[in-house]
């Protein structure tokens, strides 16, 4: 069991540019979480999914930001029209069940975006 | 919304110290993790808990669910457990995690 994989680990873009994240859940997980992590920041929640559906997208901009959870494939975070304050360290995490049923989540090494 | 606060935010000691990082919260929860971040890595999750007290090698998690209150506990303390470590928790009826700000620890040989 691979875990949870995210790539790429680390990402420049230029302002303005598209930035693209994948996440892979592990096998057998349905629910995928993102997160992301300001420099010298916590954790912020942006967006919680399921296959096919977005549960909760409250932590996510309004503007440039979108996520999915395709029936086929993995999880992506899509950032559009970058700006220098995008950069921070994108988190994967996805669990089998709801987290309130007590299973844990797993999460994926992150992702480190750069906007130059 | 679950406020979560973590102390000491930042714990420098002498390796075979005993550790203590604490974590409080303020809305009931269904359980809460602790996690652990090294400088430029990635999440590993180390416990996840609902009540009493889990073990896993050297590391000893507690939680008080009347108090609202978690620790983590290391014994014998190494320099290779310097990091992060971040309690978190999810917001009552929903499935965010609030995550405290993070306890870096720092063991000298």
């Known amino acids: 069991n691979a875990g949870v994989m995210q790539n790429p680990r680390h990402l420049v873009r230029r302002r303005g540019q598209e930035a693209r994240l994948r996440c892979s859940p592990m096998?057998?997980?349905?629910?995928v979480y993102w997160y992301r992590q300001l420099p010298e920041e916590g954790l912020k929640f942006m967006v919680y999914l399921q296959k096919e559906n977005i549960i909760d997208e409250s932590g996510m901009p309004k503007e440039r930001f979108s996520a999915e959870f395709p029936k086929e494939g993995p999880s992506i975070l899509r950032i559009q029209q970058v700006v220098r304050g995008d950069s921070a360290a994108y988190f994967c995490a996805s669990s089998p069940m709801s987290f309130r049923t007590g299973n844990g989540y797993t999460f994926g090494s992150g992702t480190r975006l750069t906007v130059v | 919304k679950n406020e979560v606060e973590q102390s000491p935010q930042n714990l420098t000691a002498q390796e075979g110290e005993f550790i203590t990082i604490n974590c409080s919260y303020s809305v009931g929860i269904s359980a809460l993790h602790w996690l652990q971040q090294h400088p430029g890595g990635g999440i590993v999750s180390l416990f996840m808990?609902?009540?009493g007290k889990k073990k896993h090698g050297r590391l000893i998690a507690t939680i008080n669910i009347q108090e609202k209150h978690s620790s983590l506990h290391i014994t014998a303390s190494h320099p290779r457990d310097s990091a992060v470590y971040i309690c978190a928790v999810p917001n009552f009826g929903n499935e965010k995690l609030t995550f405290g700000t993070g306890t870096r620890l720092t063991i000298i040989p």
């Open positions: 096998k057998g997980h349905s629910h």
């Open positions: 808990l609902s009540s």
